[in-house]
């Protein structure tokens, strides 16, 4: 049997991704994050779909994202930035990086520029492991995530259906991918139940796709940090099985 984002008949990849994650080994490590000053950050496929539903909610509730929507991630390679993406995938918006025009920005520098007009609403991301909020102040209608998005629903329903033909994501290169490509042309390939190591300093759009493509093969993503030294421990202690 194909699995169900083969399956035209059922809805975007993203979000049979996203049922298969919390519903298959729903309790075992998808997405582990090695950060500075000592992070670790260990998310099941529960916990996982959790954060995406709650930010899936965040950006069409308070943000008025929908299909179509552009968000522009001005952001490192992450565990946040993940779902950031993962939610947005799940409304069918479309990811874009660097200079890209968006109508909505996540961003961990939300300086005074970032908020000037250019977007319909900016997000500030803080990447702390333990930030329950933005540190300092905001500039006004600048959305603090930390802050905001657990107050959000467990559940994420679109409100309107998200059509395959949409583009998902557009890469720093110019590459374009449909939601109906996400999991095909855009995912990188891996073998089943790989336990794979993603470097976070090859850039977040490499680490979307590597991400993808083991969760693809019912697989698991370590997420490091270039400040974090890959020792023989560190692979041994989480099982690395590609990279």
């Not at 194909?2 to 298969?20: H, N, R």
């Not at 950050?41 to 929507?69: F, H, I, M, Y």
């Not at 991400?211 to 692979?235: F, I, R, Y």
Request: hydrophobic share 45%; net charge negative; aromatic share 6%.
């Amino acid at each position: 049997m194909p699995p169900p984002w083969q399956d035209e008949t059922m809805s975007i990849p993203a979000i049979e991704l996203m049922t298969a994650l919390r519903s298959g080994q729903s309790t075992s490590p998808r997405l582990t994050w090695y950060g500075p000053e000592s992070e670790r950050v260990e998310l099941s496929g529960r916990v996982l779909d959790n954060w995406v539903a709650k930010t899936g909610n965040l950006l069409q509730d308070e943000l008025d994202a929908e299909p179509g929507t552009r968000l522009r991630l001005d952001l490192p390679a992450h565990w946040k930035s993940l779902i950031l993406a993962l939610a947005a995938w799940q409304l069918g918006m479309e990811v874009v990086f660097d200079d890209a025009e968006a109508e909505l920005l996540a961003t961990a520098n939300p300086g005074p520029g970032a908020a000037q007009g250019a977007f319909d609403a900016v997000v500030a991301v803080a990447l702390p492991a333990l930030a329950m909020r933005w540190p300092g102040e905001l500039p006004t209608g600048v959305v603090d995530y930390a802050a905001e998005v657990r107050s959000h629903g467990d559940v994420f329903m679109p409100h309107v259906e998200p059509e395959a033909s949409r583009r998902a994501v557009l890469g720093a290169t110019g590459a374009a991918h449909t939601h109906g490509e996400l999991l095909g042309s855009f995912a990188a390939s891996h073998g089943a139940g790989v336990r794979l190591l993603v470097p976070a300093g090859d850039g977040l759009e490499h680490a979307l796709a590597q991400s993808l493509g083991a969760w693809k093969s019912d697989g698991s993503v370590v997420l490091v940090h270039p400040a974090v030294a890959v020792t023989e421990k560190l692979l041994a202690d989480e099982r690395v099985s590609g990279s």
